[in-house]
């Protein structure tokens, strides 16, 4: 069946360390996002792509990093810079028209 | 710019009443909306869309939404609650701007079912 792979499904983090979540889908989409939630404020969106090797800052980039290599993979680094990373992260996949997002299971991850 | 804002960050209704969840959307352009459902510790699930077809829309699980532009609306209902429907709801609108095409989601409603 297709769909969208996030691993892992809890990561732990020390401080000062990068770590990088990863998110594969095997739907054919164009677009793919990465949204970060926390208690009580919703999604925000950090990056997304709508097309291999481009990609755009969302709301809430500072502190993260993204590549787009390939069209099935978008990973997300969370990088010493950001200062609050403790959060659930997902990642979804949509194409180009009126649909909705297909979304991923979510990393859970926690500094330490 | 286009946005939602979903009233009532806690609903609370019991086992077999009416589940009433509320959305307002902002948008200068007709939106396409969006509600999903998402149980703890997993992803979002797609419950129903309007995308400017017809104005009541029917979902999964019993869901059902009607867009209503006069009232700048698309409120979620449900005729019976069941205790499996306990979760937190996300109203959304999809924002197009030339070739990018972003959804902007509400803070969320945490549905509770009790006996």
């Known amino acids: 069946d297709g769909g969208i792979t996030q691993s892992p499904k809890y990561l732990f983090r020390k401080e000062g360390q990068n770590v990088t979540l990863s998110c594969e889908q095997n739907?054919?989409?164009?677009?793919m996002y990465w949204y970060r939630q926390d208690p009580g404020q919703g999604l925000r969106l950090i990056y997304y792509?709508?097309?291999?090797?481009?990609?755009q800052k969302g709301d809430i980039a500072e502190g993260y990093s993204v590549s787009r290599e390939k069209k099935e993979s978008f990973p997300l680094t969370v990088t010493s810079a950001q200062k609050n990373p403790t959060a659930f992260y997902l990642c979804?996949?949509?194409?180009?028209?009126?649909?909705?997002?297909?979304f991923g299971s979510g990393t859970r991850l926690t500094v330490v | 710019a286009q946005s939602v804002t979903q009233l009532g960050s806690h609903v609370s209704v019991s086992e077999g009443a009416l589940v009433l969840l509320r959305c307002n959307y902002s948008?200068?352009?007709?939106?396409?909306l969006f509600w999903y459902v998402q149980y703890p510790n997993q992803g979002l699930q797609l419950l129903l869309k309007?995308?400017?077809?017809?104005?009541l829309v029917k979902g999964i699980n019993g869901f059902e939404a009607e867009f209503k532009k006069s009232e700048t609306s698309f409120h979620l209902t449900k005729p019976s609650a069941h205790m499996s429907d306990a979760a937190e709801y996300f109203c959304?609108?999809?924002?197009?701007?030339?070739?990018?095409?972003?959804?902007?989601f509400g803070t969320g409603t945490r549905l509770q079912v009790t006996l």
């Open positions: 792509s709508q097309i291999v090797n481009d990609f």
């Open positions: 309007y995308t400017s077809a017809a104005t």
């Open positions: 959304a609108v999809r924002i197009n701007t030339g070739t990018a095409s972003k959804l902007t």
């Open positions: 948008s200068s352009v007709p939106p396409y």
């Open positions: 739907l054919n989409h164009d677009a």
């Open positions: 979804a996949s949509s194409q180009h028209d009126r649909g909705g997002y297909t």
